[in-house]
């Protein structure tokens, strides 16, 4: 199992502005992965953080809107950038530890955009 | 690529009452392994249930089962005794053996009336 922690859990940010959340493993990880979760609708993926290469992101997500980093095999950051309220939403950390196993979540940063 | 189905927005069950989500899913890899996850209000996503697409038994986990046709490409989630706090939002997702990432399908919102 792991045991993830997220910071923040919740902001409220002004338009135009950036948040970074940060993601902490309780042991080390190949992959990690960030969702994005709009309000009433289920998890989509924004890109999977491997540790010493560039984020690999989905379709309608980029780099520049968000930002990726992972410098070790516990800590990944995900930046919200040039945020707009379209971009309120919960946003979360997510990692497998086994190949196929079940993905372990953190508990989410809540964004309000306003 | 990968599509999980989840046709039921919303559900409704009495309390102990056992309710079936219904998930359908699509993939062209022969190796895959199918997830049921809760999320109450709270927002946390909690692991459920796996089923390996080799399994030859129907995954459970105390009050969950997992209903799993492979040739109908189906794996529905049974609730048996329905509780009051089983009131959450459901989702199914999948894993294929050459994905490290995860894919959910839309979701189905679970309230246990008492």
């Known amino acids: 199992s792991a045991v993830i922690s997220q910071k923040p859990s919740r902001d409220i940010c002004q338009r135009g502005t950036s948040l970074t959340i940060q993601c902490q493993v309780d042991?080390?990880?190949?992959?990690m992965f960030w969702y994005r979760q709009q309000p009433g609708q289920s998890l989509t993926l924004i890109a999977t953080?491997?540790?010493?290469?560039?984020?690999?992101?989905e379709s309608g997500f980029v780099i520049d809107k968000f930002p990726i980093s992972r410098p070790n095999l516990t800590f990944s950051t995900l930046t919200v950038s040039n945020m707009s309220p379209e971009d309120s939403s919960i946003y979360l950390c997510?990692?497998?530890?086994?190949?196929?196993?079940?993905?372990?979540f953190g508990q989410g940063t809540r964004l309000t955009v306003v | 690529a990968q599509k999980i189905t989840q046709t039921q927005p919303g559900m409704f069950v009495q309390e102990k009452e056992a309710v079936t989500l219904d998930c359908t899913y699509d993939?062209?890899?022969?190796?895959?392994?199918l997830f049921w996850y809760k999320q109450p209000s709270s927002g946390e996503m909690i692991f459920l249930i796996y089923?390996?697409?080799?399994?030859?038994q129907n995954a459970t986990e105390g009050r969950y089962s997992l209903n799993f046709q492979k040739a109908r490409k189906s794996a529905n989630l049974v609730i048996s005794a329905s509780q009051l706090g089983d009131s959450a939002m459901y989702f199914c997702?999948?894993?294929?053996?050459?994905?490290?990432?995860?894919?959910f399908g839309a979701g189905t919102r679970l309230t246990v009336k008492p």
């Open positions: 997702a999948m894993r294929e053996r050459n994905n490290n990432d995860m894919r």
């Open positions: 993939t062209s890899d022969p190796s895959y392994g």
């Open positions: 089923q390996g697409s080799y399994d030859q």
């Open positions: 953080a491997n540790q010493g290469s560039e984020a690999t992101y």
């Open positions: 042991s080390q990880v190949t992959m």
């Open positions: 997510s990692v497998a530890v086994s190949v196929g196993g079940e993905a372990f």
